[in-house]
């Protein structure tokens, strides 16, 4: 690791800086299922009361506007279904939120249980709009919920959120963040739809169509939607309903789409379940129907149907710029007889730049036909170029049955196969261009720089939940094995550059040594008066790794932040006792990819007044790994003090810096070396 600093000092003024530039006449407006006053939507008491009581546009709610809705103390249900019925503009988009303050800034629930399993409602229609958000975040968690909204007879019926558009008039600007969506039968659906974010939501007990289906149109280049962050659950059940015999049951898909999407950092499960009926479709974790998609640095556990799916029947014929890349994908429990984890096929002429680089493919070992990446049965593709290159297949494929690989005879010669590892599985075999490969003929005569050789990961055991696939430090089979591919990216599922040694590592992970942190205490330091009477900021400044990513992610780890801040001292009002037991984990801030800042206020936005110590306090900073992209703990070493009845310094800091590094000393903000 590299130097890392911590800070003390009196009071940083954060500037609040917003994603869009809204109209300074902006407005606020209310939503209240209880509220008692005049029901005009200007404030909580006289919020409406009813969503078919909200005026949009002229004399109510207009573009650069929020509309907050009331999740009372601790949550709130509504059950009814409404419209969206302005859009917003340009620089200026209409936001809809749960409350924020005290007393409705509990959950917001949408239950729509009433409407019993053969539901045909929309939830929230956003049909024809434009320019819209919806952000349910309080705090750094999800507090817009959308339950409960089925139709066992037919998948197509009973979305939560929907956006019925023309094909020529895309909906455009739409960001969906921190929602929940359960047991429904489709989450979000924009039928025509370009530049739309959907992030940080959950999928839970999804159970018809899909969890998303963001049909994207318009695009002509990378990054027009944007789907990341997200935690998804689809069911997978056989059993059929009563009024349904002779249909085939089995459960959603995960994202349906279309040209210039990106899914990143996303967790994709597949379910099984006997509680629940699901419902015809086919499940896809994602079904690709377009050209310029990235699909990185997510985690697909099982399979219903493919993971990834790419089907020109469905109109694609000549799809083009597709790159899958740092992913994992593995099976825990296993639920199609047939898995594919990727599928391209149905009649592409033409497969131009598709990339299939980095993957950890693992566990896929008892299918009984098809293959691990299948290359469709009836693809006659005469031109393009697909690359597959420093992937780790382990314990795949089951004999010329359940392939590793296969591609038809039909297909041209249009593969560049280089540096992967092939190591475990039953029999595995290849079936490429009308030949049948052993992995030793498989490396001989396509994949030169190929290994069959096993790769050390941290924690591995067979269709174990709880493997840590990063590698050990002694493997010599993935580590500063693979070929360069900065042309396609430059860091790993983590975020950590590529290379960090001399080459880059084959699979998902790039190695990220363990670092030491050390140091010296600067005379001076903190004094119990200063925290006391609070206003104090702890500056958590790193290099050589990075905090995780900001948002869900990184709020699920503030607490263990505040937990890592301990006192040597066992003080019965010191700093265990008081400080690290009224922190908010709002006082916990990432800044950037590089520092946190920890601002000393308790529940109540307070100082710690209680705080009394007997003697000098020595508090030792320690950073979770699980905080950290490189998923190694670091203590910082040496301590800070605070001193019982003593002034101190202006500022008190600490320096650390990597061993064998230089110790960083800071008096004032000056950094000494």
Not at 287 to 309: A, H, P, T
Not at 536 to 543: A, E, L, M, Y
Not at 582 to 605: H, K, Q, S, W, Y
Request: aromatic letters at 10%; charged letters at 15%; hydrophobic letters at 35%.
């Amino acid at each position: 690791m590299g130097k890392i600093k911590i800070f003390i000092i009196h009071l940083i003024i954060v500037a609040s800086l917003t994603s869009f530039v809204m109209n300074v006449q902006a407005s606020s407006w209310y939503v209240d299922n209880a509220a008692s006053g005049t029901n005009v939507g200007t404030s909580w008491t006289n919020a409406w009361t009813t969503f078919s009581s909200v005026i949009w546009g002229a004399g109510g709610v207009v573009a650069g506007d929020t509309l907050y809705i009331s999740g009372g103390s601790t949550s709130k249900t509504y059950t009814e279904t409404w419209t969206v019925g302005v859009s917003g503009t340009d620089g200026s988009p209409i936001t809809i939120r749960p409350g924020q303050d005290a007393n409705h800034n509990g959950v917001v629930i949408f239950d729509y249980d009433g409407l019993g399993d053969e539901a045909t409602a929309v939830g929230i229609s956003i049909s024809n709009r434009k320019y819209l958000v919806f952000n349910g975040e309080y705090n750094g968690a999800r507090h817009i919920k959308i339950q409960n909204l089925r139709n066992i007879m037919d998948r197509t019926k009973a979305y939560a959120i929907s956006g019925a558009n023309s094909y020529d008039d895309n909906i455009t600007y739409l960001k969906f963040l921190y929602l929940e969506f359960y047991n429904c039968n489709l989450g979000l659906r924009l039928t025509a739809s370009q530049d739309v974010e959907l992030a940080y939501c959950k999928f839970d007990d999804i159970r018809g169509d899909a969890a998303i289906a963001t049909l994207c149109t318009g695009a002509t280049t990378w990054d027009s939607t944007l789907i990341h962050h997200n935690d998804i659950e689809l069911l997978y059940n056989n059993a059929v309903p009563t009024g349904k015999e002779g249909s085939t049951y089995v459960g959603p898909d995960g994202v349906q789409c279309g040209t210039g999407v990106s899914i990143y950092n996303n967790i994709i499960k597949v379910t099984n379940t006997e509680a629940v009926y699901t419902s015809t479709q086919h499940p896809d974790d994602i079904q690709l129907n377009g050209s310029y998609c990235k699909v990185y640095n997510n985690e697909f556990i099982n399979v219903g149907d493919s993971i990834f799916d790419n089907d020109s029947s469905y109109g694609a014929t000549t799809p083009a710029h597709i790159w899958i890349y740092n992913n994992i994908f593995r099976i825990v429990d296993e639920l199609d007889p047939y898995p594919e984890m990727i599928r391209i096929y149905k009649n592409s002429t033409s497969l131009v730049d598709v990339a299939i680089l980095n993957n950890l493919f693992i566990d896929s070992n008892t299918g009984g036909t098809n293959a691990v990446v299948h290359f469709g049965n009836t693809n006659t593709t005469s031109s393009g170029d697909i690359t597959l290159k420093n992937n780790i297949f382990y314990n795949c494929g089951n004999g010329p049955n359940y392939k590793i690989i296969d591609a038809p005879a039909t297909m041209a010669d249009i593969f560049d196969i280089d540096n992967n590892i092939y190591y475990g599985g039953t029999n595995p075999a290849f079936v490429f261009r009308g030949t049948t490969y052993t992995v030793a003929e498989w490396i001989s005569a396509i994949d030169t720089n190929g290994s069959p050789s096993q790769p050390l990961f941290t924690s591995y055991s067979y269709r174990n939940s709880g493997n840590e696939y990063s590698l050990q430090s002694n493997d010599t089979i993935a580590l500063e094995q693979g070929t360069t591919l900065s042309d396609y990216f430059t860091t790993d599922i983590n975020g950590i550059t590529r290379p960090q040694g001399g080459a880059w590592e084959i699979g998902p992970y790039e190695f990220n040594p363990e670092g030491e942190a050390t140091g010296a205490i600067i005379p001076g330091g903190c004094q119990e008066s200063e925290i006391v009477s609070g206003g104090k900021t702890i500056v958590i400044n790193i290099s050589g790794d990075q905090f995780v990513a900001a948002g869900a992610t990184f709020d699920a780890q503030r607490q263990n932040i505040i937990n890592g801040m301990d006192s040597a001292q066992a003080e019965a009002a010191g700093w265990d006792a008081v400080v690290k037991v009224e922190m908010p984990v709002t006082a916990v801030v990432r800044t950037d990819n590089d520092t946190v800042t920890i601002t000393l206020t308790d529940f109540d936005g307070d100082p710690y007044t209680a705080y009394n110590i007997t003697a000098n306090e020595i508090v030792t900073v320690t950073i979770p790994a699980s905080a950290l992209v490189g998923t190694v703990e670091i203590v910082c070493t040496p301590t800070f003090q605070i001193s019982a009845g003593q002034a101190g310094a202006e500022v008190m800091s600490i320096g650390f810096s990597a061993t064998g590094g230089t110790a960083v000393y800071d008096v004032n903000g000056i950094s000494i070396e």
